[in-house]
């Protein structure tokens, strides 16, 4: 097992420097830069005059790097990284990006994996409710939430939410993870745990929740249905039906474990699909996540910033595959890794 995680660590170095090669300069591909943005800020917001504005942009290119070739402009990059776990500094944020990842990731990665833990949960569930009750009504309605899930895009339930929030309900603070109330406690008040501040942020992050976790759930039920309901007819279950064993025995001891060796392997794929429709949600309600930071730093030409959060998005591709393979081997010993 050492070996294989030694193994596919090694491998997951030069996947993750061509990826982000390809992503710099992917990103670098559209004309313009951070230069460029302050440039017109300059003319429509400071009355500046073009001479001026253009005067300025060049000294800010010389000064920051800009006008390098962008080979050179990677290098730099990406041996600050390697050498100081240096993410370059964010022209828009004035400060390190690490910063910027250490402030939006955390609250991304948790509310991505809550939505996860729920979606897998909720999905498997209501995939061996469907595929024990098949044709049934149960099946029918269940199917029907599983179509609805997959095909509504999640921007749209995020805007529908927004709509229903500011417009019918009246709802106030609206993107934001605190109320103005809670923003500032801490979470202990000596040894006790601030409960009202838990509960001001599930009241403030639950759309984003609930719509990724809608999405996710749909998968999860439809791919569980359908394994489980070949796993159901396979020899072994009918052996285990004549020994005399109850039914929910069969299910959940014999039929159900083999059921799930797909929905396994897809968590190798599904904390990225979790980000991404987290970020999707985000965006909408402006929750101060990476997804807006990346859309708005690819917007203005904060190159480091986004070349920074797409990196680790890449990165936590590579670990949620590690870690599908390792569950595998876990869940059935007839897989070996490392061999």
């Not at 390809?22 to 073009?50: E, K, S, V």
């Not at 609250?107 to 009750?133: D, E, N, Q, Y």
């Not at 993870?177 to 500032?184: D, I, Q, V």
Request: hydrophobic share 55%.
């Amino acid at each position: 097992m050492l070996r294989f995680l030694a193994i596919r660590l090694g491998q997951s170095i030069p996947v993750l420097f061509v990826m982000s090669l390809i992503t710099f300069m992917i990103i670098q591909a559209p004309p313009g830069d951070y230069a460029d943005f302050l440039r017109t800020n300059l003319i429509t917001q400071g009355n500046a005059t073009i001479e001026a504005a253009d005067a300025f942009a060049q000294e800010y290119r010389e000064k920051n790097g800009l006008n390098d070739p962008l080979l050179v402009q990677y290098g730099r990059w990406i041996w600050g990284i390697v050498t100081r776990l240096d993410f370059g500094q964010s022209y828009a944020y004035n400060k390190p990006v690490l910063d910027v990842i250490e402030q939006r990731l955390p609250k991304t990665i948790l509310i991505a994996l809550t939505c996860h833990l729920l979606a897998s949960v909720i999905g498997i569930t209501f995939g061996i409710l469907a595929a024990t009750r098949q044709y049934t009504w149960v099946d029918t309605v269940l199917s029907f939430v599983s179509f609805l899930g997959m095909t509504i895009p999640r921007f749209l339930l995020a805007l529908i939410i927004l709509y229903i929030l500011a417009y019918k309900l009246n709802v106030q603070e609206i993107g934001s993870f605190f109320s103005t109330k809670y923003g500032g406690q801490d979470w202990f008040d000596g040894i006790w745990f601030n409960w009202g501040k838990a509960w001001n942020l599930i009241t403030h992050v639950w759309p984003v929740i609930a719509v990724a976790t809608f999405g996710g759930l749909a998968y999860n039920m439809r791919v569980m249905r359908a394994n489980l309901l070949d796993t159901l007819n396979a020899q072994y279950v009918e052996t285990a039906r004549a020994k005399g064993l109850s039914e929910s025995a069969v299910i959940l001891r014999h039929a159900v474990p083999n059921a799930l060796h797909p929905l396994i392997a897809y968590q190798g794929v599904v904390l990225p699909y979790m980000l991404t429709g987290e970020i999707e949600v985000a965006i909408v309600f402006g929750l101060a996540t990476i997804g807006p930071a990346i859309v708005g730093s690819m917007a203005i030409g904060d190159v480091f910033v986004t070349a920074s959060l797409l990196l680790v998005l890449g990165a936590t591709l590579i670990i949620g595959n590690i870690i599908a393979d390792l569950l595998l081997a876990l869940l059935d010993p007839r897989i070996r890794v490392g061999s």
